[in-house]
């Protein structure tokens, strides 16, 4: 079974410009989630969906988005990007048994 | 809300010795704790986990245990190995199968040959 996937791997954006990555969960998997990881602030938790509803939120801002497709694929989007948005972010799916099964990241870069 | 505190920060060891790694949690709601592995460049990988139903967890070299009353739960590597060497998370939810995970702050695990 394929294991989950993150497009790009690699982003360079500036400062004001708006970012959307990509994750595919693994197949069969309804439930995906996206974390933010940075040396400063460890792992943090942005958002969970389930079934192309949102049904967690971490305390990030407004400008921090994302959304489910019907084939549980999932996009975030970052608006108006900031110095502090670098970071590598995470997303993982996971079954009704347990989870959850993390991607290898896209590494934002923010100048 | 939930806050994970995790011991030590770095830890190394001598290969074939054992690593034990601390961690504690705050809400009382908690009920799926897991324990992931990150690699140099890689995500974190799932190495095991344990429900609050559930007090210990063995899978061949690696053991987790649950202390739901004093809220700490500890994964103990028997017999390391140098690919053991990577930063380890431990994580809390309040979920059932754990999607708002909330990490620790991580252990960089050295085990030296």
């Known amino acids: 079974k394929a294991g989950v996937t993150q497009t790009p791997r690699y982003l360079i954006k500036t400062r004001g410009q708006q970012v959307t990555l990509s994750c595919s969960p693994i197949?069969?998997?309804?439930?995906v989630s996206w974390y933010q990881q940075t040396p400063g602030q460890g792992l943090q938790f942005l958002f969970e969906y389930f079934s192309e509803t949102q049904r967690n939120k971490g305390n990030f801002p407004g400008r921090f988005s994302g959304r489910q497709f019907s084939n549980s694929r999932s996009e975030m989007n970052v608006s108006t990007l900031e110095l502090g948005d670098s970071a590598l972010y995470l997303c993982?799916?996971?079954?009704?048994?347990?989870?959850?099964?993390f991607g290898p990241g896209t590494r934002l870069t923010v100048l | 809300g939930e806050n994970v505190e995790q011991h030590p920060s770095t830890l190394s060891v001598q290969e074939g010795d054992s690593a034990v790694i601390k961690c504690t949690y705050s809400d009382s709601a908690s009920n799926y704790f897991p324990w992931y592995k990150q690699e140099l460049g890689k995500g974190p990988q799932l190495i095991i986990d344990?429900?609050?139903?559930?007090g210990e967890k063995k899978d061949q070299r690696i053991a987790v245990t649950l202390n739901k009353t004093a809220k700490h739960f500890s994964l103990h590597i028997t017999e390391t190995q140098p690919e053991d060497s990577a930063v380890y998370f431990c994580a809390a939810s309040r979920d059932n199968y754990g999607q708002n995970f909330v990490f620790g702050p991580g252990t960089r695990l050295s085990v030296l040959p």
């Open positions: 344990i429900r609050s139903n559930v």
């Open positions: 993982a799916s996971s079954s009704l048994t347990g989870g959850g099964f």
């Open positions: 197949s069969g998997h309804r439930s």
